[in-house]
């Protein structure tokens, strides 16, 4: 009797956890992730990203981009990288960040701690204190390169290039609390990490976003072109030795009816209100 009092209790435990599984995989993958050590916590800066609404991952996913932003500018660089992507809304088993069906497709809100070094310092900004846009799209490029091997995408530029800068930059200075910030605004060239059934990548992309299943009738190629849109909001702090910068992005793109896709910009007023309260704190 007791036996079957059991099986009665775990049956339905066991049942609501498979028909979950993508949901419980990703909350396990970020807790791992957190977990590990990353160049902002080593350097006692806390990246706070207030997600207090339906739509986004609940818990911060917290990567060491050192390795792939050093691969990118060709010598060694710590930084950090905190983010936020559309969480298991329309279905339990991938999330909304890999779903076309939804505004949060492919949609990014994050954070970025880049730290002086023997080679760089006040890495983003010149000498006179003015940002560089092309390291702007160096960290894109090295959080892109990340995502791109997670997920087995076999694209790139002819020039190795995962992102490509394009159409014209906007810069402005902008004082928010009594902090000095720019803020940049630009669009780049890249391709969606969505694809269907496969697992050639790594498998943290799959505990990370679900697997899309192959007969998905979604209108759209596995890692199809795409336009990120977005804004970058950047500041210098001397005293912790480090360049501090929030974000928010959005795709474009042409489905494979031949229409242009803008869903993005149904969340953008929603992902900047987020970005306005993502802070920086020295412990």
């Not at 810069?171 to 697992?199: F, K, L, P």
């Not at 990370?208 to 977005?230: C, I, K, L, Q």
Request: include cysteine; glycine fraction near 8%.
């Amino acid at each position: 009797m007791r036996r079957l009092l059991l099986l009665l209790v775990l049956l339905p435990g066991g049942l609501w956890a498979w028909l979950r599984r993508g949901i419980l995989r990703s909350v396990f993958m970020r807790l791992v992730a957190a977990a590990q050590p990353n160049p902002a916590k080593r350097h006692g800066v806390d990246i706070r990203i207030p997600i207090d609404r339906p739509g986004w991952i609940r818990r911060t996913l917290k990567v060491d981009l050192s390795p792939s932003l050093s691969e990118v500018v060709g010598y060694p660089v710590e930084a950090a990288a905190y983010s936020h992507y559309g969480g298991f809304n329309l279905s339990p088993l991938y999330a909304d960040f890999v779903n076309p069906d939804s505004s949060y497709y492919q949609a990014w809100i994050g954070a970025y701690a880049i730290f002086d070094g023997e080679r760089r310092k006040h890495f983003g900004f010149d000498d006179k204190g003015k940002p560089i846009d092309a390291d702007r799209i160096d960290i894109l490029e090295a959080d892109q390169r990340l995502v791109f091997w997670a997920a087995g995408c076999p694209k790139k530029f002819p020039d190795g290039r995962l992102v490509k800068a394009i159409g014209d930059t906007t810069m402005s200075e902008v004082n928010i609390g009594g902090e000095r910030w720019w803020r940049v605004d630009g669009q780049a060239e890249t391709w969606s990490c969505y694809h269907r059934g496969s697992r050639e990548g790594n498998w943290r992309h799959y505990w990370a976003s679900g697997v899309v299943p192959e007969e998905a009738s979604h209108p759209v190629d596995d890692f199809h072109p795409m336009t990120y849109a977005g804004s970058v909001w950047m500041r210098y702090v001397p005293e912790w030795g480090a360049t501090c910068a929030k974000f928010y992005i959005f795709p474009e793109y042409v489905d494979r009816n031949g229409e242009k896709v803008s869903k993005g910009r149904e969340v953008e007023a929603e992902t900047r209100a987020i970005m306005d309260r993502i802070t920086f704190t020295k412990r």
